[in-house]
């Protein structure tokens, strides 16, 4: 699996060794500053959102969700974001859909009310994790027993905010030419973090048992089968396969970047950097087509493939020009365009925000009570808890602390932390390996 690299300076000498490029790493710089410097440079407006969609059907279990139009405060445009997002179906397409109509409001239900922008971002990482459960609770009530992996992108401004689960993948190829992978693979074939926690809360790991004992196959969770650890719905596997996602956010320079979203049938047949390499300077449009082309190219249609292509563009060109491949000497080499080129002489700093990526988020913990924390805002004055996750209010006597003991347990500290209430208290103690999983099925 491709590794994160945080962006550099596009400056860094070729020769710069691997130690030395991990020293210049730029610094994490707190996302109120960032957007503090956005708002006092009057000369960077808010980008352009272009965007592509190609797609094979093999299964017909792909589906994808676009959005560049939602708004923060209904009728009030500068408060837009976007939405892209793909969930690739497995045993059957219940999942994939439910989480295409539903994810979205209960991600949304979880940010409070009448808040900042910077407050808004912020909030999104935690109600990402809190409408991804949401999301699952719902569609494991109605008793279907597929399930989805999600690749949920979430772009206000020069911000992105990426939560997964499953296989699907984001990457991120700025006008520097470094890729950035911004989700995680949870396949338990190449996740070792993973199969331990899936093996510690209660399931087996292990390859599919043919006749004669040989086994065959990708690891697997037993029971169920499933080749990963964390998805939406699966209602026939162990809890343990939970819909807690990755999420990773992080700030793009003004000079726009691209993200390529894909279903596994891409990441199958290409590695990050070809993907991003094999369209670059192409409009998203003709880019998304070129990417599932060459995929095809790769590997042949082996399984559904879906590709969303989503370009941030600085307000001023059309589309991302290519990256120079051959023959330039280092500073035209960061350059593109003529405006940039003429930039130079008004101020060199420019150069080094070409293609830096400013991180300002990032976790992957299954622990549900890592992803709300302690200082989840609760109003206890009223009586009446709202809960972290469902968003129903309940008396206290209704349930938890997501950070208390265990059920029942007279050390409970039911006022710290977000509160639960029972419903969403018995899933994360499931999730969590504390009580058996409601599903008996065997292999």
Known sequence: MDQILPMLDLLTPLHVSTDEVSRMRPPLVPLATLIGRELRNEKIEKPYVKYGQAALAKKGEDYFLIKPDCQRVA??????FSVFAIFDGHNGISAAIFAKEQLLD????????????????????????????????????????SGTTVTFVIIDGWTVTVASVGDSRCILDSQGGVVSLLTVDHRLEENVEERERVTASGGEVGRLNVFGGNEVGPLRCWPGGLCLSRSIGDTDVGEFIVPIPHVKQVKISNFGGRLVIASDGIWDALSSDMAAKSCRGLPAELAAKLVV????????LKDDTTCLVVDIIPSDILFLPPIPRKKHNMFSSLLFGKKALSSVSKSTNKLSAVG??????????????????????VNTNSGIHRCAVCQVDQTPADGLSVNSGSFFSPGSKPCEGPFLCSNCRKKK???????????TVTA
């Open 75 to 80: 009728g009030d445009l500068s408060t837009s």
């Open 106 to 145: 209960n991600v949304l239900s979880a940010i409070p009310q009448d808040i900042s922008r910077e407050e808004w971002l912020q909030a999104l990482p935690r109600a990402l994790v809190a409408g991804f459960v949401k999301t699952d609770i719902e569609f494991q009530q109605g008793g279907e027993t």
């Open 293 to 300: 082309k060459e995929a095809l190219r790769s590997r042949g």
């Open 356 to 377: 830096v990526v400013e991180e300002l988020f990032e976790e992957g913990s299954a622990v549900l009570a890592e992803r709300l924390g302690k200082d989840f805002p």
């Open 429 to 439: 103690d499931a999730m969590e390996g504390k009580r058996p999983s409601r599903t």
